[in-house]
């Protein structure tokens, strides 16, 4: 068996994988939306306390499986500095006193083998990575190499709904109250900027569009004077628009990459919204949509487990004594990771 350990950001998760069958044994995940919901995004503090005291809790009911364990995986990068940490070190102390190897895991890459839980690979593809973090379409053609082809200049997916939804006094996390009240909105009622529509620029960017929310809800005279149709037109048009600007970007990659088989992975990929968006654009440029399940789409132990297995078949181990935590950082297109 594999332990593998997520903490990235506010979700605490470990999973117990086998490593033969691919099979999940176990998996758990501590959500801490509601204790980070009245600051309307996350606090990284706060965060890391929470995992002091989740990350043990649920360790005590993998116990039974500490014997047959073969190795230790934790995310060690990118994230939030202090929240790696506890990971890192819950993953430290095992691998020393189980005597283990400990594979270190990259979390993106993480989200990339969500894809493949519980089943074999299916490489190469193209994937757009959309979570509160990232924004970024990717090239994996195998195990060692996946190039970044597009990135975000500013601010992801996920974070601007996040801070959309705050600005309407919505709560957090922003990305699912924005897609629940745009199916009762008119997506054709504020006319908000799609972002580098006249750019060449293979890249996202959404600071401006999320700047165009905040005077639309200024005019209406801030969110305690919305009503509740004017939220709900105003999160429809603006997920319209982020989608319009997903659109028009992977356009440009589509009609260049040969790679048939597609994948949208990520916390932000559980948006049914833009997911049917691209199975239409799938179909344009005829290429084959893959998705991880909906529980898999967020941060989660398993898809660390589920890289760590590919890991571990090529002995990609590292001392306990040296491994680095790697914070958020900007990731450029053309980088290899």
Do not use: W
């Not at 005590?60 to 364990?69: G, N, S, V």
């Not at 580098?196 to 960017?205: D, G, T």
């Not at 833009?274 to 199975?279: D, G, K, L």
């Not at 491994?323 to 990731?331: G, Y």
């Amino acid at each position: 068996m594999i332990l593998s350990i997520e903490s990235s950001c506010d979700d605490s998760s470990i999973a117990i994988t086998e490593i033969e069958t691919k099979k999940i044994l176990y998996h758990k995940k501590i959500s801490q939306e509601e204790q980070h919901s009245c600051y309307g995004g996350v606090v990284p503090e706060l965060a890391s306390r929470l995992h002091a005291v989740a990350l043990p809790e649920i360790l005590r009911e993998t116990k039974p499986y500490f014997d047959t364990l073969k190795a230790v995986a934790v995310t060690n990068q990118p994230g939030l500095g202090v929240t790696l940490l506890e990971g890192i070190a819950m993953a430290k102390t095992l691998a020393v006193l189980q005597d283990i190897p400990l594979i270190p895991v990259h979390h993106l890459k993480g989200h990339i083998y969500s894809l493949f839980i519980e089943k074999e690979s299916t490489l190469p593809l193209l994937v757009l990575l959309i979570s509160g973090g990232h924004t970024q379409v990717i090239r994996v053609e195998s195990f060692e190499r996946m190039e970044i082809l597009a990135t975000s200049m500013d601010d992801s997916v996920g974070e601007s709904f996040d801070k959309c939804a705050k600005m309407m006094g919505l709560g957090y996390p922003g990305g699912p109250l924005i897609e629940q009240l745009a199916l009762q909105g008119d997506e054709n009622r504020f006319e908000l900027p799609v972002p580098l529509r006249n750019s060449p620029l293979v890249a996202f960017s959404l600071s401006g569009l999320k700047n165009a929310v905040r005077l639309a809800v200024e005019k209406l005279g801030g969110a305690s004077k919305m009503t509740e149709q004017d939220k709900a037109d105003l999160s429809a048009s603006f997920q319209k628009a982020v989608k319009l600007h997903l659109l028009q970007k992977s356009k440009k990659i589509f009609a260049k990459e040969p790679i048939k088989d597609f994948a949208i992975v990520g916390g932000a990929s559980a948006n049914k919204y833009i997911r049917n968006a691209y199975v239409k654009l799938c179909h344009e440029f005829g290429k084959t949509m893959h998705v991880a399940p909906l529980r898999y789409c967020s941060d989660n132990a398993a898809m660390i487990g589920r890289y760590a297995l590919d890991a571990y078949e090529k002995q990609q181990f590292i001392d306990p004594n040296t491994i680095d935590i790697i914070s958020t950082k900007k990731q450029q297109s053309g980088m290899l990771f």
